[in-house]
């Protein structure tokens, strides 16, 4: 099966590279290049340097489009030239038949144009709902409008639109009026882990430093606490966190960069892992502590207690003054018999729900059915 994939608007592999994800991506196109036999075109919006990345994938051709369109200093002129693209992509490609595969909603208007050139099978694969994403991270009424106009054409042209959560299906189901939609989470692998007994007594973090994430309010839980934190990400609130940290007397760590064979290695030998977020898709950060065996501890919001029963596979706290450090004196105050059996129950979780042979067998079956019908 042959699939053009659209990365997000603007995303590069040296974006991924960058950002410390190229290693978890190429795994997912390798094993569906592996196992089931796909060809990948990877459409790309970097330039010639992205090709450097061609032999991290099994079955890939790399197009960047910036090494054969000139990019313009201006994103407006950007996106207007991007309706263009497919007319070259089509001649590029030798395939006459092909399932069109979208990341991420921004973007999609290319992958709409090909879909109408080509007669193409459309699959749109979003990772959290960017309109409602919108509406809680109080953008402009603008924006919001924009993210809205968007995601309805979007579902208008796509022949598959998933998601990665319960939580995305309600709300979408509920303002689009579409039966399109669905459910593929994300996906993460259990690998051999450490015994809780035998790990680091460390807190872990990992997420952009921004609003959504709520690091203010995990530095403000552990004040004046012998405890240390060890956040991994960046954003445009590092200072603010570290200012609030130094004045609160928490020894924090912020981690700019690490690619995740590491962060997976650090999360194997840590104890606890804690997620404050205000709002979150399917998140893979959370997945992959589970994975790992931490302990770990989020945010009491819808999409977390889709992948967390209180007590059993983690534990969920309401973002309310001091709830966090009242759930994490209560968990470390549990016997190690105890906690053993919640890190191998999320080990389970994991394995049962989240495994990658599980969430690539869903994703296989709808692109059959779209490639044979």
């Keep these: 099966m042959n699939i053009v994939y659209f990365m997000t608007f603007d995303y590069s592999l040296k974006t991924w590279s960058e950002s410390a994800a190229l290693d978890r991506e190429t795994k997912y196109f390798n094993y569906l290049s592996e196992k089931y036999g796909f060809k990948f075109y990877i459409v790309t919006y970097g330039s010639k340097d992205d090709l450097k990345y061609s032999?991290?994938?099994?079955?890939?051709?790399?197009?960047p489009i910036y090494e054969y369109f000139k990019k313009s200093n201006f994103k407006i002129i950007n996106f207007f030239k991007s309706f263009t693209y497919c007319f070259f992509i089509k001649k590029l490609i030798q395939d006459e038949k092909f399932i069109i595969k979208q990341n991420q909603l921004l973007g999609s208007w290319v992958a709409w144009t090909l879909k109408l050139i080509t007669g193409s099978r459309l699959f749109i694969r979003t990772g959290y709902d960017m309109y409602t994403f919108s509406k809680y991270d109080k953008k402009s009424f603008l924006k919001i409008l924009l993210?809205?106009?968007?995601?309805?054409?979007?579902?208008?042209?796509?022949?598959?639109?998933?998601?990665s959560s319960e939580e995305d299906i309600k709300n979408l189901s509920s303002t689009f009026r579409t039966n399109k939609i669905v459910l593929i989470r994300n996906w993460?692998?259990?690998l051999n882990s450490k015994d809780i007994g035998s790990r680091e007594n460390k807190i872990l973090?990992?997420?952009?430093?921004?609003?959504q994430k709520n690091f203010q309010y995990l530095v403000d839980n552990f004040k004046n606490s012998d405890k240390?934190?060890?956040?991994?990400?960046k954003g445009s609130e590092e200072h603010e966190i570290k200012s609030l940290a130094k004045q609160v007397g928490l020894d924090l760590e912020i981690v700019n960069n690490i690619n995740n064979k590491d962060l997976i290695s650090k999360l194997n030998s840590s104890k606890y892992f804690i997620q404050t977020s205000l709002f979150e898709g399917n998140p893979k950060a959370?997945?992959?502590?589970?994975?790992a065996g931490c302990i770990v501890l989020a945010s009491n919001i819808a999409n977390n207690s889709e992948i967390i029963n209180d007590g059993e596979n983690g534990f969920l706290?309401?973002?309310?003054?001091?709830?966090?450090?009242?759930?994490?004196d209560f968990v470390?105050?549990?016997n190690l018999e105890r906690l053993e059996d919640i890190s191998t129950k999320a080990k389970k979780t994991i394995k049962e729900q989240y495994e990658i042979d599980k969430i690539a067998s869903l994703e296989i079956n709808l692109l059959e059915e779209l490639y044979y019908e």
């Design 55 to 63: 032999n991290q994938f099994s079955n890939a051709t790399v197009i």
């Design 147 to 163: 993210y809205k106009l968007l995601t309805r054409v979007s579902l208008l042209y796509a022949d598959i639109y998933s998601v």
């Design 188 to 190: 993460v692998k259990v």
């Design 205 to 211: 973090s990992i997420g952009r430093l921004e609003y």
């Design 228 to 233: 240390k934190i060890t956040i991994y990400g």
């Design 286 to 291: 959370l997945l992959e502590a589970m994975a």
């Design 317 to 328: 706290f309401d973002l309310n003054k001091n709830q966090l450090k009242n759930k994490f």
């Design 332 to 334: 470390d105050s549990l």
